[in-house]
């Protein structure tokens, strides 16, 4: 493994968590359809690692159409049936439905914002925040900024959206760049990440 002063999390974990730490985590993305991706995925963690998740990431983009939101907006009840059974998955049933649920609520923030990038940017006044954390103790599960966002979504109906779930979205994103200061990837995030 590359030996790069990394966030304790990725100095300790395989070659695939590093490579999602050296090269996406804390990246400002700005694509609607990763940006969707990126929200369900992190719902579908709840109670598990994200390493579990993020080696079943292939089969969610197969699954799930590579997240292409109207698609999944318009899965049926048959659809997320037959997804129940597809061991590449969490098999949970609330979590397979949410995606459609979560699709149908971003078409709405799409249509009133003019995407979901500027609706769900628009937490952090569309500007990454910048911590200077030395230690990953310092890293808070949720913020005030975290918590309006939870609110905001679940009003519109976005399910597996609690304050947790939506601050581990903003770091994953880059709406939160929070790579200890030792991090070598530490305030590095300021590119735009596309598809």
């Known amino acids: ?50 390493r579990t998740v993020l080696e079943k990431r292939g089969n969610y983009r197969r699954a799930f159409a590579d997240f292409d939101i109207a698609h999944c907006a318009k899965l ?65 599960a949720t913020t005030p900024v975290s918590d309006r966002m939870s609110k905001a979504l679940k009003k519109r109906g976005f399910r597996f959206v609690g304050s947790t779930i939506c601050y581990a979205f903003m770091q994953a994103t880059g709406m939160v760049d929070d790579h200890v200061v030792s991090c070598f990837r530490h305030g590095k995030g300021s590119g735009r990440r596309k598809a």
């Open 1 to 50: 493994m590359n030996e790069r002063m990394r966030c304790a999390w990725a100095a300790r974990e395989n070659a695939t968590m590093q490579a999602y730490h050296d090269t996406e985590w804390g990246v400002p993305l700005h694509d609607d359809r990763l940006l969707f991706e990126f929200l369900c995925l992190e719902g579908a963690q709840a109670g598990l690692s994200w």
């Open 76 to 140: 049926t009840d048959a659809r997320l049936g037959e997804l129940l059974t597809d061991p590449g998955l969490i098999r949970n049933r609330l979590k397979i439905t949410s995606v459609r649920d979560n699709a149908r609520a971003a078409l709405e923030a799409s249509a009133e914002f003019g995407s979901l990038d500027a609706y769900l940017w628009s937490f952090v006044d569309g500007e990454p925040v910048r911590n200077r954390w030395r230690e990953m103790a310092e890293v808070p």
